[in-house]
């Protein structure tokens, strides 16, 4: 599923794709943030660490951590989780 929405906003024309990732002891997480990089590298494009942050499921985290991502002006963001998305 990361994989398919990453390729949607490439699809939509977005190139600079911020990620908030979700706990990376988490299986789902490390699953999601492959699908996303998958994504990218697949149509030639690579991953910007500046553009992968670390949160951790909760609403807070994907607030502070989307504020970090707009310092490197992303073209859309996409967070591993509900949560993390609304905030």
Known sequence: AARA???HL???GHRRI???RGPRSHLVSIRRFNGYANAIGGLGL???PALVVQG???RQSGREQAL???KAR?????A???EMAVG
Do not use: M, Q, Y
């Open 56 to 58: 951790d499921f909760s």
């Open 10 to 12: 490439i699809e939509k």
């Open 68 to 70: 970090t991502l707009f």
């Open 18 to 20: 911020g990620f908030v």
């Open 46 to 48: 690579r991953v910007d």
């Open 80 to 82: 591993s989780n509900d």
């Open 5 to 7: 929405i990453t390729h």
């Open 74 to 78: 992303p073209t859309a963001i996409f």
